[in-house]
């Protein structure tokens, strides 16, 4: 099982057993994914990590489609929590975030489909066809 708090604290470089820092990455992470609920990303009541308990299995399921939630929550927090000095990465860890946060929400509420597309335009078509006869 991967705990969300340790990846995200592995990632920024903070050793799982130093929890000096919990409160503050607490916090950012359950800023993200309240971002991500918005974005209909996650449960619809929501999730909350409170310690290491918390799972990625516990939020994503078993779906593999979701995996960019984990570099999303991760910017997130990096960004609130160890921002680099450096106006561009800044910029360029934003950007990353707003495309991240916009695929997933294409992803768990895709655009229509091909086959959507052609019913649709069939039914158009066929009220055309019947208005003209």
């Known amino acids: 099982m991967d705990s969300i708090l340790d990846t995200i604290k592995q990632a920024l470089g ?9 409160v503050n990455i607490l916090l950012d992470i359950n800023s993200a994914l309240g971002n991500l609920n918005q974005l209909g990303v996650g449960p619809s009541e929501g999730f909350v990590v409170t310690d290491q308990k918390q799972t990625w299995v516990d939020f994503l399921g078993s779906s593999i489609k ?21 106006s561009f990465l800044i ?11 916009w695929r997933l929400m294409v992803q768990e509420d895709p655009p229509l489909g091909l086959i959507e597309e052609e019913i649709i335009l069939d039914i158009l078509l066929e009220s055309n066809i019947m208005e003209e006869v």
Request: proline share 5%.
């Open 14 to 22: 903070v050793e799982n057993e130093y929890t000096g820092f919990d």
């Open 66 to 86: 979701l995996e960019a939630v984990k570099s999303y929550i991760l910017h997130k927090v990096r960004l609130s929590f160890d921002p680099p000095s450096n």
């Open 91 to 101: 910029d360029a860890i934003q950007k990353q975030i707003d495309e991240l946060g």
